[in-house]
């Protein structure tokens, strides 16, 4: 996807998109006839759909690493204040186990 397109896309807000949809509709009525209107209608309606669940999935996904990374972090705390209850030595998480992890 070029660049431009991915703009459109990902930040071009879709009311803005839905308001240029509309002013296209009507200039497509006034110039080009009730036909003309209702193709353009259609294929503004299709589009701004497209381009609002596109968006709408790309902020969902960012949620969902956001409330991953939460949870990780969570966990690390978790473990660090069992190992600091448990062995009164918190910085034994990271003693090497001779695996090696690349």
Request: hydrophobic share 50%; charged share 30%; no cysteine.
């Amino acid at each position: 996807m070029s660049t431009l397109a991915e703009w459109l896309v990902y930040q071009v807000p879709w009311w803005l998109l839905a308001l240029l949809g509309l002013v296209g509709t009507l200039a497509a009525g006034w110039f080009l006839g009730l036909r003309a209107a209702l193709a353009a209608g259609l294929a503004a309606l299709v589009f701004i759909a497209g381009r609002r669940g596109a968006q709408q999935g790309w902020t969902d996904r960012e949620a969902k690493g956001e409330r991953d990374a939460q949870r990780a972090i969570d966990a690390a705390r978790d473990a660090r204040a069992g190992a600091e209850r448990r062995d009164r030595d918190a910085g034994r998480l990271r003693d090497d186990d001779g695996w090696r992890r690349d």
